[in-house]
């Protein structure tokens, strides 16, 4: 394999890795219920300012559910409430990284519907090259999901 494309999955893998660690796994209690507070963007806030308080609030309970279960989605039900909080993410968005936030739930959707296939195994266990197919297939959809991932943990001081 040529070095470029070996640098590029495993740029991409590195990617795929820290999405999960990121946002963890949804194990556990289930979806954390909506506040019914309206998401605030901070005013018309630029992603350089600090994200919403219920934003912030969502990535630390799925990092909390993550540990609890050691990361690991292995069942359709773990699936949908990994689902059930993306769509939170995109419901407490700032405006700004609105767009963002609708590319990586379609992301999640698509990890859903590929690891269906195989009997919801977890990521790490699909085919090595069914695994790499996807990444790479996923390359520009996973840029632009982790600019939201990436400000939500530095600007919520989750890291």
């Known amino acids: 394999m040529p070095f470029r494309r070996r640098v590029s999955l495993s740029l991409l893998t590195a990617c795929l890795i820290a999405v999960v660690a990121a946002c963890g796994s949804s194990l556990g209690s289930g979806p954390p219920a909506n506040s019914g507070a309206s998401p605030s963007a901070g005013g018309g806030a630029s992603p350089q300012a600090t994200a919403p308080e219920r934003l912030c609030a969502l990535f630390r309970e799925i ?5 609890a279960s050691g990361g690991v ?3 359709k039900e773990d699936w949908n409430r990994r689902i059930a909080w993306t769509e939170q993410i995109l419901a407490a968005a700032p405006t700004e990284l609105h767009a963002e936030a609708v590319v990586y739930l379609q992301l999640v959707k698509d990890r859903a519907d590929l690891v269906a296939g195989y009997g919801y195994v977890a990521v790490q266990q699909l085919p090595a090259d069914v695994r790499t197919a996807f990444i790479a297939a996923h390359q520009d959809e996973q840029l632009v999901a982790n600019r939201l991932i990436d400000f939500t ?7």
């Not at 990092?63 to 540990?67: G, T």
């Not at 943990?153 to 890291?159: D, L, Q």
């Open 63 to 67: 990092r909390q559910a993550s540990a």
């Open 153 to 159: 943990t530095s600007s919520c001081g989750i890291g």
């Open 73 to 75: 989605l292995a069942s």
